[in-house]
Every structure is written in structure tokens, then in C-alpha cells.
């Protein structure tokens, strides 16, 4: 069960990250998913870092922190995603 949360959490993740990113991101549906997985990873691995990671109710520094990572990793991606398949085309 833990692996079907990673995907549907690193899918919506990387779905809000990419309505936040300004401008037309050109990555496939499942490479979203896989940078919002990531996304949460390094959110998680931040807030624990300083200490939010468990708290009563619901984890708004953590989530917040999770989508903040995602947003950057979106946007990495999607440059590197870009950089990559446009080197294939030119070929």
C-alpha cells in the first residue's frame, strides 16, 4: 500500500506543481509523477531535518515544505526533460 500512496501523492504533488510553475511545461504525465514522488522524498527528508516531520493533526509544514520541493524539482526536470529531448531531435 505504501507504494500506491508514493505514486498517488507524487502524482497530485506533481500535478500542483506544475499549475504553479508559470508557462507550458513539456514533460509527460509519468516523469511528473516521478518528480512529484521525489518532491515528497525531499520534502520529508527537509522536515525532518528541522524538526516538523511528526506533529499532531495534519502536517502543514510538512506538506508545505513537500510541495515547495516538488515545485522546484518540476521545474528542474522539465528543463532537463527539454534539454535532452531537444538534443534528440536535432540528431
Do not use: C
Not at 65 to 77: D, E, K, P, R, S
Amino acid at each position: 500500500m505504501g507504494w500506491l500512496w508514493a505514486i498517488i501523492v507524487g502524482f497530485v504533488l506533481g500535478l500542483i506543481a506544475k499549475a504553479i510553475i508559470p508557462g507550458k511545461q513539456h514533460s509527460p504525465l509519468w516523469l511528473t509523477t516521478v518528480f512529484g514522488i521525489l518532491g515528497a522524498i525531499v520534502g520529508n527528508a527537509i522536515a525532518r531535518g528541522i524538526g516538523i516531520d511528526e506533529t499532531s493533526g495534519i502536517d502543514w509544514g510538512r506538506h508545505a515544505l513537500q510541495l515547495a520541493a516538488a515545485v522546484v524539482i518540476v521545474f528542474l526536470g522539465d528543463m532537463a526533460y527539454m534539454a535532452v529531448r531537444g538534443n534528440k531531435r536535432r540528431a
